[in-house]
């Protein structure tokens, strides 16, 4: 059973039901989920999300530690051989303030010390600058950049808007370096 992470200024948390009122505030928002492999939320959308990651054990909630409002999330994926793969999201509001850093930072040694995780990776799209350069700042080392590898969009005739990947990954070894 997850437990709760708390950090200088955020509390981590399981997903609940209620949350989708401030889950839609950000999944609705085209510019936050621009780089995302969906369209943004509706509002019956967001309902079921929230239901949906607060049965989940890989979506967590990020929420300030003063009132408990939600700002974003944070995926924790597990995969083959003790790798899992990172993923967030944050609402608008609430980025380029530290808090997907501080949040991230949290779940890797979460990751890394309480799950066992030999390897962290993370993706994403090569124009999300500023998700690549978090990646980065997290200690994540850039293992490749693949090109026009995958699509979730087609243009007005229908063909695939390929885009192209950055893939980053850290090991326990790397972690224990940079944190320990």
Known sequence: MFKPIETERLIIRKFRPDDFT???EYLSDSNVVRYEPYEPYTWEQTKREAEFRSNSEEYFAVTMKG???LIGNLYLGKRDFDTYELGYVFNREWQMCGYA????EALLRYAFGTLKAHRVVAKCNALNYRSYKLMERLG???????KKNVYFKRDSSGNPIWQDTLQYAILLEEWKQKYE
Request: aromatic share 6%.
């Open 140 to 146: 994540m080392r850039r293992e490749a950049e693949l």
């Open 22 to 24: 401030e889950l839609y």
């Open 67 to 69: 009132d408990g409002r």
């Open 101 to 104: 850093s501080e949040s991230a």
